[in-house]
């Protein structure tokens, strides 16, 4: 299983990047998709998820209306499209799945498997 994230790079608050995750090994509609992001220093946060079907999404509040969660059956790849960027928002940025999340989308122990990360710097 291996996810590889991409689109990553610098811009300046207010502009929009847009994250791809393509995976190889699995078959992501078969699997819950989500991204988190590390800040230097800081643990890793939960930014949003998709379901199997792409039918159900959810956000944390600080990305909420930004941020925008797709995925393409066919690429087998899944999306983060990041609008209105703030200098708050620059980390590395992680794709993740699992087949099933037991307890809670937002603990990133309950997701098995991970991308290796995809920088977004923002600047001011």
């Known amino acids: 299983v291996q996810l590889q994230a991409s689109g990553g790079g610098s811009v300046e608050a207010g502009g929009s990047l847009k994250l791809s995750c393509t995976a190889s090994g699995i078959n992501l509609s078969n699997y819950r998709k989500s991204w988190f992001r590390q800040a230097p220093g800081k643990e890793r946060e939960f930014v949003g998820h998709i379901s199997q079907n792409g039918g159900t999404t959810g956000y944390s509040d600080s990305v909420k209306g930004r941020f925008t969660i797709s995925r393409d059956r066919a690429k087998n790849t899944v999306y983060l499209q990041m609008n209105n960027l703030g200098p708050e928002d620059t980390a590395v940025y992680y794709c993740?799945?699992?087949?099933?999340?037991?307890?809670?989308?937002?603990?990133?122990?309950?997701?098995?498997?991970w991308g290796q990360g995809t920088l977004v710097t923002v600047s001011s």
């Open positions: 993740a799945a699992s087949r099933v999340v037991a307890s809670g989308v937002r603990d990133p122990s309950n997701w098995p498997y």
